[in-house]
């Protein structure tokens, strides 16, 4: 399961957003990716170790509330990639 977090502050290196992340997610960190660290347009994957398919909607929840480096975070919860529809019935 994978989150995406956006608005990550220019003002933070990639080692203070794993730093943070790592923090935050703990035991549900598998991994943790930053881009265009130092840039406006700077935002990270983070993949989630858990099977759980709520797990991320819960963290993604969670991290809306947080600030890094007093920026609030956007992320986003990546939808259900291996799950089958609901059947109708």
Known sequence: MHLTVWNVPETCSEQDVRSFFERELGKYAKG??????????????LELDSEVPYVADAVAREL??????????????????????????
């Open 32 to 45: 943790i990716t930053v881009y265009d660290a130092g840039t406006s347009n700077a935002h990270a994957d």
């Open 64 to 89: 809306q509330s947080r600030r890094l480096a007093g920026v609030a975070l956007r992320v986003s919860a990546t939808p259900f990639e291996d799950e089958e529809p609901p059947q109708r019935r």
